[in-house]
Structures are given as structure tokens and as C-alpha cells.
Nanobody, 115 residues
Framework: QVHLVESGGGLVQPGGSLRLSCAAL????????MGWYRQAPGMERELVAT???????NYADSVKGRFTISRDNAKNTVYLQMNSLKPDDTAVYYC?????????WGQGTQVTVSS
């Protein structure tokens, strides 16, 4: 199966930046969708951003203008550049991939935004 390996989480002050990375390992087919979700304590998991194989990314309204999703298909890797971070961005961020009818999730990486 596909394994998604995430990195880049950490602790930052409000207004700071982080860059998350997610590498997909295993049997990877071209045309897959990749993205990022997040889950804050006591909250449901929510969409952050998705990126088609070769199309227009989709962002949650709460992160538009601050976050940028990108992908390197040659490396089967997706990135999330997070700028102007806010305390409300604090959550566990999960990498996501959809291939055909199968969904895959990363283990999650913690992002904490506080003074």
C-alpha cells in the first residue's frame, strides 16, 4: 500500500511560517490527488488544501492567501507552505492522497502557533 511520510511541523509564533512536506512511498499511480487536512483538539478533521495531479489547487477559506500547496510529481511529494500563521492554525496536519478508489493518510504532524 501507499505510505505517506510527513515532516516539517513544529512550534512557531503568530505571524511565522512553516513548510510541511509529505512523501508518498509505495505503488504510486499518476493522476492522484494529494492534499492536507488538519484536526485541532476537540474538533473534527477539516480540509486545508488539495492539489490535483495537474490542476487548480483548492483551499479552505480560512487559509486562502496564507497557505500554498504545491507538489513535485517526480518525487511523489506534496508541500504546504504556511505563512502568517495564527493561533487558530494550531492542529495536527495530515497528508492525504487519493488513488482511484483508495484513500491514504499520513500519521500527522503537529503544528503549534503560540506566543
Amino acid at each position: 500500500q501507499v505510505h505517506l511520510v510527513e515532516s516539517g511541523g513544529g512550534l512557531v509564533q503568530p505571524g511565522g511560517s512553516l513548510r510541511l512536506s509529505c512523501a508518498a512511498l509505495g505503488t504510486i499511480f499518476r493522476g492522484n490527488l494529494m492534499g492536507w487536512y488538519r484536526q485541532a483538539p476537540g474538533m473534527e478533521r477539516e480540509l486545508v488544501a488539495t492539489s490535483p495531479w495537474d490542476g487548480t489547487p483548492n483551499y479552505a477559506d480560512s487559509v486562502k492567501g496564507r497557505f500554498t500547496i504545491s507538489r513535485d510529481n517526480a518525487k511523489n511529494t506534496v508541500y504546504l507552505q504556511m505563512n502568517s500563521l495564527k493561533p487558530d492554525d494550531t492542529a495536527v496536519y495530515y497528508c492525504y492522497q487519493r488513488q482511484f478508489v483508495r484513500d491514504y493518510w499520513g500519521q500527522g504532524t503537529q503544528v503549534t502557533v503560540s506566543s
